[in-house]
């Protein structure tokens, strides 16, 4: 028979075992994100259809974010198509990741571009909310009425923040400016 | 009472190494950006020094006093907590929205469990003052050690860098916090049986551990963090004319979508 003090030490051990395995998780990962080098960060950029990105993004915004004066056009079949249905998304989810990171290395090594890198990340993060909606909508099979409303909005979020970024680069005349205009 | 010798090093050396700290950090002038992990490392010496009189004097007064500074000392941290935190999720002037939400989750969970587990511990010892004394020491360190661990991941989840110092003290009492968490845990467990031998043995771990991260402290915080790369003038101002557009454009976004 357990004890309650038995009971009592195992769950503190396993408490202590968990947490101590995600800080050495994390710490490493950090470490690791700390070398990333521009290079390295740019290899881990899924190629996107950026034409067809831009064609649905422009579908609800104009080239300035407001709503476009006709309202969304295209119906949800042709936004699924454009953008590669899940396995797309995924891989705007993915990019977003390294944008995450790109973000975390300019504010790293320009620590007064902190706020242009705070809004990317935070853009960043609403792209990958979108896209876990998607996913949890595709687990309860309601994705073909989800997938045009979240993933216009996706789309457009994401053209938005890739032009910001681009716009920060070749604005502060970072290295890479070119690189990164062909890869996002 | 009686203090044996190791009793009598371990509080001399704890209390070199916090007055050393201390002043580093006001030498450094840390203490503009710290506040209040400043005034922890003072309140720690204070602390210290009444103790060992109050030690002097008897059971009671050392009781009191010990309860007293206890209390203090987890509202002062749980305050180095949030001073962290300002400095790591909150680059500009407002919380960002994703952080917010995180971070009550968080310390409603490390709450919860915290409480969870303090209350499953039945410490072996025959009066209430010494339950108490094990609860309290055990409930500070989980909850610490919970906030500091999940403040590391949800930094690198959310993906926000950290400055040199903050990063050395959340490091710092992460890592005592664990220490925390097994050395209550085990003087739940043995209590104070063997005539407190084991709770004293842990007792002085702890306070060595502690030492450590004091010396840890103390080298990273008299180190100057890395010079920041100068942001020149063009784009600085081409940054502000991003940023009020990225403002704009996201206030018109989150209106939006299809009908």
Sequence with gaps: MISRLDLFVAISALLLIALVVMAGVYWKKSRRAGDNTWESLLERLNNVNRSNVARVALDLIDEDGSNTDAGPELDSTEVWTLLGGLEGMEQLEANCEVLIDLAFYVQREYPEALIIAEDLRLKAREIQWHVSRLKGAAEHGNLETSFADYAQRAAATYYLMTRHLLALYEAGNLPGYSQLQAAI | ?259
């Excluded at chain 2, 407002?94 to 939400?101: L, T």
């Excluded at chain 2, 309290?136 to 909850?143: E, P, R």
Aim: with cysteine.
């Design chain 2, 1 to 259: 009472m009686h203090l044996s010798g190791i009793d009598l090093v371990l509080w001399l050396a704890g209390f070199l190494a916090n007055l050393v700290l201390l002043a580093v950090l006001i030498g450094k002038r840390r203490f503009i950006a710290f506040p209040v992990f400043t005034s922890w490392i003072a309140l720690s010496v204070v602390r210290t020094s009444t103790l060992f009189f109050a030690y002097r004097m008897g059971h009671a007064p050392y009781y009191y006093a010990y309860w007293a500074f206890a209390f203090v000392d987890m509202g002062v941290q749980l305050l180095i907590f949030y001073e962290a935190a300002v400095h790591i999720f909150r680059p500009g002037p407002e919380w960002p929205r994703d952080v917010r939400s995180a971070f009550l989750w968080i310390t409603a969970v490390a709450l919860v469990v915290g409480i969870a587990l303090t209350w499953l511990g039945a410490p072996a010892a025959d009066n209430y003052l010494s339950r108490i004394t094990i609860r309290g020491n055990f409930l500070s360190s989980v909850l610490m050690g919970e906030l500091f661990i999940a403040m590391i991941g949800m930094s690198f989840k959310l993906g926000l860098p950290w400055q040199t110092h903050v990063a050395k003290i959340v490091q710092g009492l992460g890592a005592y916090s664990l220490i925390g968490i097994a050395s209550s845990c085990l003087q739940t467990y043995f209590g104070f049986t063997r005539g407190g031998e084991v709770y004293t043995a842990i007792t002085h771990a702890r306070i060595g551990a502690y030492i450590i991260c004091a010396g840890f402290w103390i080298v990273t915080l008299y180190m100057e963090a890395p010079e920041p790369k100068a942001l020149p003038e063009e784009m600085h101002r081409q940054l502000v004319l991003v940023q009020q557009r990225a403002s704009f454009v996201l206030g018109r976004l989150s209106g939006s979508g299809r009908a």
